[in-house]
């Protein structure tokens, strides 16, 4: 039996205009802050001499993996990323960027949630990303429309309080 496993899924690239420049700023910071940091600290550990039983050595060498990665991560995501901005022709439907707040059918639960790209998705601040299964299911849905949403948890079904963008 091989190893090998089909790629994940590619993620949407869309992206709010306030969640791309977020990323580019973090881009920039491990870039020209934290790097050039890690980097010094790093030199100053591997001339202290034994490497083989440095911990600060070797931590240091994982931290700059780290770093490295997700700017190599990052570096390749912004250029592919598409900013959305603005409000779509229909301001009443469920788009990308909208704000909604929805009721759970099955147990009158009510929540909030803003429909924004998967490099932006914040579940303490009720962001969620736009291929995300409740967002699939809501798109394109207005206020009074009932929907069902297969979930992890099973199927639910909610109705639809209220849209808005800004």
């Known amino acids: 039996m091989s190893r090998w496993r089909p790629p994940p899924p590619s993620s949407t690239a ?3 205009r306030a969640g791309f420049e977020k990323l580019k700023a973090e881009l920039d ?3 020209h802050a934290v790097r050039p940091e890690v980097v010094r600290a790093l ?3 591997a001339a202290e001499g034994d490497r083989s039983e440095n911990a600060e050595y070797t931590y240091r060498k994982k931290q700059l993996a780290e770093i490295d990665r997700r700017v190599r991560y990052l570096g390749k995501r912004i250029p592919k990323l598409k900013v959305v901005d603005g409000v779509p022709a229909d301001g009443d439907a469920v788009f990308f960027g909208a704000w909604i707040e929805i009721d759970h059918l099955a147990n009158g639960e009510r929540r909030r949630y803003r429909i ?3 490099d932006e998705t914040d579940a303490r601040a009720g962001w969620i990303s736009v291929d995300s299964p409740l967002a699939r299911a809501v ?5 009074g429309d009932e929907f069902e949403a297969d979930l ?3 199927k639910a079904t909610f109705a639809i309080v209220d849209v808005h963008y800004g």
Request: proline share 10%; charged share 15%; hydrophobic share 50%.
């Open 14 to 16: 869309i992206i709010t």
């Open 152 to 154: 992890p948890g099973g």
């Open 43 to 45: 030199a100053a550990a």
């Open 139 to 143: 798109l394109r849905k207005r206020v």
């Open 29 to 31: 910071h491990l870039w």
């Open 116 to 118: 924004v790209g998967p």
